[in-house]
């Protein structure tokens, strides 16, 4: 991944954009279809692929803000959060989570993780510590909200994200109230 020095509000305006080449528009056009051609085309473009043009210009625009190679969209911030643990996760692995994090992310962990053979703890609060004295053998991902939704906990992401990496675990943070941007 190259280097990007512009500044954020131009990654903003300019990163994603989509060139207008039948009416030359000077703004990105809105391709409002939902349904495109499958015979005779490179790209067989459908929304659950999450690849339309509306999806693959925010993604550009998403992943220039956030300095990364691609980026995802969701309908929905528990889609994404579960299409990322079970994504990273499978039968006999063990995660941590953050003691205070969104009600869905809670209700997911202790309703469905079982189901799939995946265990889980807890910390018991938000240093460091906490997140390494629940880590196993076969933890695989440090979970973490900060802020945390609702209560606005925040955990040092740097020294937690440090802990997972020299354990050679994933870590995943969700960052519900804080943007790319602030």
């Not at 990322?84 to 953050?98: N, P, R, S």
């Not at 629940?134 to 925040?154: A, F, G, Q, W």
């Amino acid at each position: 991944m190259k280097a990007n020095n512009k500044g954020v509000n131009t990654v903003c305006l300019h990163s994603g954009e989509l060139e207008d080449t039948t009416f030359k528009g000077a703004v990105s056009p809105l391709y409002m279809a939902t349904s495109y051609a499958f015979d005779d085309v490179d790209i067989k473009r459908y929304p659950r692929y999450f690849n339309t043009p509306n999806q693959e210009a925010l993604c550009k625009k998403l992943a220039a803000l956030e300095h990364a190679e691609a980026a995802l969209i969701f309908g929905s911030g528990m889609a994404a959060i579960s299409t990322a643990l079970m994504a990273f996760l499978k039968a006999g692995d063990h995660i941590v989570l953050q003691q205070t994090m969104y009600g869905g992310t809670y209700h997911f962990a202790v309703t469905q993780l079982n189901k799939y053979g995946i265990e889980y703890s807890f910390t018991n609060g938000w240093a460091v510590e906490d997140f390494e004295r629940e880590i196993r053998p076969n933890t695989k991902v440090v979970y973490l909200e900060t802020p945390s939704n609702p209560l606005l906990t925040i955990t040092d992401i740097k020294r937690v994200a440090q802990l997972a990496k020299s354990k050679g675990l994933i870590s995943m943070i969700d960052n519900t109230f804080a943007s790319p941007i602030n």
